[in-house]
């Protein structure tokens, strides 16, 4: 383990948070983890031992889990940040109450500390303008559950120190992560794009009578997860062969979806304040035994497709295929 960013600091206890807790602290990291929220303060330590214990069930912590509690620290006091060598906020999704956290922040670390956002909606370029040395401030933003996924994004803001991002992008490699750097700082970043560009065609083909919510689940789900895991889109490309895309392409893009409307389906949700299983009102009717369930179900398919994605993972690095940049 690095020294360069061995003591972490994680702002916010709620789901994402202490998820992302739990990866450092199987990775062997010092964890300083800070809410303001009385609320939040038992809840998020609560969570967090569940996630570890539920990280050692699946085999995932090489240290036993008393070692792991023992690297970390619960705190209401920002104070308790005052050595960490970087800092991840992970709060509301409101800039008010992040510029207000990220003062916070910035009045007890020292100005060496790199400081991030695991936002997946705020530009890092507008978050960058909150702090008194935006040059520290960057993007990383995990996926759920962030102990059981290879994936991390790093984003540069305009005024983000590049060499900073790049030496947290070698640094997370020892969280056991397989981490993308983007050099400019984008709407949605990668992953969401993506996907977000896949909910707009999708709901466009329900709402047009093509298919069902549940068919077109069942297409995405048996077709395009069958090998996601194992390649991504463009490689997927050169496996299958370039000269079956082409005329796809001239004869498929200008059909796609491109409207800049929310999808009726999510607008009648939102009027119910629906939060999927959160609160058992979602896309997909719900019931308490079916989103525990689900979660259940989850968990084990994680441990399953983390150690299937590893044993591949290696195999591909045997091949030793660079990137066009020339990047590994």
């Given amino acids: 383990m690095s020294e360069k960013l061995h003591i972490i600091g994680v ?9 992302i807790i739990v990866a450092l602290l199987k990775s062997g990291c010092q964890v300083i983890a800070v809410t303001p929220l009385p609320e939040e303060l038992e809840e998020g330590t609560q969570r967090i031992l569940e996630q570890l214990q539920l990280a050692d069930d699946m085999h995932l912590i090489k240290e036993n889990q008393p070692t792991s509690t023992r690297n970390l620290t619960v705190s209401s006091d920002y104070k308790a940040l005052l050595n960490c060598q970087l800092v991840i906020e ?3 999704e409101l800039e008010e109450i992040k510029k207000l956290v990220y003062q916070q922040i910035e009045a007890v ?4 500390c790199v400081i991030a956002s695991n936002t997946s909606a705020i530009p890092i370029n507008i978050l960058q303008q909150y702090l008194q040395h935006p040059s520290r401030f960057m993007g990383i933003h995990w ?6 996924t290879r994936f991390l994004e790093i984003t540069c803001g305009g005024k983000t120190d590049v060499s900073l991002a790049e030496m947290v992008q070698e640094e997370a490699i ?3 992560k397989e981490p993308t750097l983007l050099y400019k700082d984008i709407r949605g970043f990668i992953t969401n794009r993506l996907l977000y560009a896949a909910y707009r065609q999708g709901f466009e083909l329900i709402n047009q009578g093509v298919v069902g919510m549940a068919g077109l689940d069942k297409c995405f789900q048996y077709d395009i997860g069958s090998w996601i895991t194992i390649m991504g889109i463009f490689k997927r490309m050169d496996y299958i062969g370039l000269n079956h895309y082409l005329q796809t392409f001239q004869t498929i893009f200008p059909k796609l979806s491109n409207s800049h409307e929310v999808p009726r389906q999510m607008e009648e949700i939102l009027q119910t304040k629906g939060r999927g299983i959160h609160n058992l ?3 997909y009717p719900h019931s308490e035994q079916s989103a525990k369930q689900l979660e259940h179900n989850f968990a084990i398919f994680n441990e399953e497709i983390y150690r299937l994605a590893d044993r591949y993972r290696n195999r591909l690095k045997e091949l030793n295929l660079a990137e066009p940049n020339g990047k590994q």
């Avoid at 702002?11 to 998820?19: A, I, Q, T």
């Avoid at 996926?143 to 059981?148: F, L, T």
């Fill in 11 to 19: 702002v916010g206890l709620g789901l994402m948070g202490s998820s």
């Fill in 143 to 148: 996926a759920e559950p962030a102990y059981a």
């Fill in 109 to 112: 670390v020292p100005i060496s």
């Fill in 281 to 283: 009102k979602g896309l």
């Fill in 90 to 92: 992970c709060i509301i």
């Fill in 174 to 176: 020892s969280w056991e």
